[in-house]
């Protein structure tokens, strides 16, 4: 005799993973609360850093296909969404299921200092890199020192 009966969709494997991660995103944080999209865990993961001419966006994101992807900026935020299909095995079961799968939409504040209406982004072997140059008028610039 059966005291709980499961639905015929219900993967308990996944059920375990989703379990895990939000205790990870609870009792990682010190404080016991959701960062958003800065926090721990977050998909897709992403790098920022800079160069002398701008900044460097980078995404993980494999799996997903250049039109899957979404780009947009307004005012000095930059949103990247997208969606990774997932197509689970129709006669096995999973032993580990890591990779996230589903919608993502990341925001990232950027300085005042750049000029979005110059972003370019590129995506190969999934990595998808978005370029934000800076601004002319902030760019470092030589000063030719003239005899007097």
Known sequence: MALFRLASDFDPTNALLT???ELERAFGNS???DLGVSGR????????????EGYIIRLEVPGVSPEQISIETQGRTLTVKGKREFTPPSDGSFHRHERGAGEFSRSLQLPLDLDLSRAEASC???LLTVRIPKREDVKPRQ??????
């Open 143 to 148: 000063i030719t020192v003239q005899a007097a």
């Open 19 to 21: 379990l895990q991660r």
């Open 31 to 33: 404080r016991g609360l």
């Open 124 to 126: 190969k072997h999934g």
């Open 41 to 52: 865990g977050v998909f897709p993961p992403v790098n920022v850093f800079s160069d002398r």
